[in-house]
């Protein structure tokens, strides 16, 4: 018996300490998204803005750059054609690092697969993810994706404000060094994430807005944006920042993308390595009233976002997610030189004040980022800074957004203190 229980010791000490045993048991890395576009539905012509995307792609290649916030030394990319109404054909697929313009790094350029193939069929309705390759990519590092459209394919899955330059080229470029270019567009078609393989303490940060946060108005292909610009600040802490952005994009109602609480779960808490989320919207469900935007829509009330947020908070807290709520940045005077004239009035401001003096007081979020008080005019506290005001009145430029980001109490945000 003796014998017995000394070979089952024995046994069960090998089985333990194994290889394949110590890898499941020890977890040293994982995948961390580093970059993010959020998909979008193309909308109709009876709306008051342009798609800016061709009516299709055919026998087209299209280069997106996007520049990462965490590296990491293998990679994988998320595509979607989740507002796709037909299969999305992908003919060829290709990642690399990018060079200058339409080019790629040399010697950095691998080809993408899905499930070991080079092709790949999306159904409607569903993202892809491709299989990870070995790439190293640096922090803050330019990533290249390439996709080969062989069929005739509308844009239905894009994301409208890129702030990135996309390349179009006839025929299938994916590996070519330079691409031929013949149109460039400003949004994003069919890609909307990459990820890293990277340690496993590694966290992200994830930045859930309108264009404030897409970053309207800021410079293209030079990443301004206030989320671009917090990475920067958090990177001695291994934190990815991700943009969840979508210009236009409302608390309660679709139109430039799917209403925040319908899409929480995919742009925001789904996102591999998620710690925390920044909540920076609303302006547009107040202020689309009595604009070409939304003629027949109503101003929304303080009670409703309000609840909206409560809404936000129960779901993150319930992921294990902090949550941070950022106060609603002045808008007087917003667009009055356009056909949007009209987005600013008193009752509209009012109700921008009740929400924001809601988000500073009540307690309800993890920690509170008062971009108000960061942007504002203190003459004028219902306008901006003239130094930060893009020109429009109601998107910061470049320097405005550096202070957003500048605002941000990173101890608090990730609960560090």
Known sequence: MNRILLSLVALLALTTLS????????KTTQWTATWTAPPQPLWDGDFALPTNVPFQFWNQTLRQNARVSVGGQRVRVRLSNEYGRTPLVIGAAHVALSGK??????GTGRALTFGGRTTATIPPGAPLLSDPI?????????VSVSLYLPQPTPPSTFHWDARQTTYVGAGNQTASATLKTDSTLTARVFVSAVHVETAAD???????????TDGNMATIDANTRWPDALARRLADDRVAVLNAGISGARVLRDKMGENALARFDRDVLSQPGVA??????????????????????????????????????TRAHARGVRIAGAT??????????????????????????????WIRDSGEFDTVIDFDAATRDPARPTRFLPAYDSGDHLHP???????????????ALLGTR
Do not use: C
Request: glycine share 10%; no cysteine.
């Open 19 to 26: 290889p394949a045993n110590a890898q499941h048991s020890a």
């Open 101 to 106: 313009g339409a080019g790629i790094v040399a």
């Open 134 to 142: 070995d790439l190293d990519v640096p922090a803050f590092g330019d």
């Open 202 to 212: 590694v966290r992200a940060v994830v930045a859930i807005g309108d264009s404030i």
């Open 276 to 313: 925390a989320v920044v909540v920076l919207m609303g302006i547009n469900d107040i202020a689309w009233h009595g604009t070409p935007l939304g003629p027949q829509e109503t101003v929304a009330s303080p009670d409703d976002l309000i609840a909206a947020y409560r809404q936000l908070i």
């Open 328 to 357: 609603l940045t002045p808008f007087e005077g917003a667009l009055q030189d356009t056909p949007m004239r009209g987005y600013f009035d008193d009752r509209k401001e009012r109700v921008r004040q009740t929400v924001n003096a």
């Open 397 to 411: 430029g470049d320097a405005g957004y550096r202070a957003m980001a500048q605002a941000i109490d990173t101890a």
